[in-house]
């Protein structure tokens, strides 16, 4: 059974960081691409950061040059460093894993990520 477990959300002031780790658990494969996703009150869940196996990122505009994704293959894990937190970050983030074999979707319980002074 497939597992992702997140941790690192929290409140923090604006201008300030955070890191959210995600680890994947229960398959035989590497998840990929490994990832985040966001849902701010009453939006959509949108896309934040995805890494694949070899490194390869995407990011969305709104976060590029303060959040930097990066993975653990081994422990087939992801990270998601926030820097220069905003108070428009705040959101649920959610981690994705793709099983690249059955290219099914898995979705962590989300983690809370408050911006606020």
């Known amino acids: 059974q497939v597992q992702l477990v997140e941790s690192g959300g929290g409140l923090v002031q604006p201008g300030g960081s955070l890191r959210l780790s995600c680890a994947a658990s229960?398959?035989?494969?590497?998840?990929?691409?490994m990832g985040w996703y966001r849902q701010a009150p009453g939006k959509q869940r949108d896309l934040v950061a995805t890494?694949?196996?070899?490194?390869?990122?995407n990011y969305a505009d709104s976060v590029k040059g303060r959040f930097t994704i990066s993975r653990d293959n081994a422990k087939n894990t992801v990270y998601l460093q926030m820097n220069s937190l905003k108070p428009e970050d705040t959101a649920v983030y959610y981690c994705?894993?793709?099983?690249?074999?059955?290219?099914?979707?898995?979705w962590g319980q989300g983690t809370q990520v408050t911006v606020s002074s």
């Open positions: 994705t894993a793709r099983n690249p074999v059955l290219m099914y979707d898995y």
């Open positions: 890494i694949t196996t070899g490194g390869s990122t």
């Open positions: 229960g398959s035989r494969f590497h998840f990929s691409p």
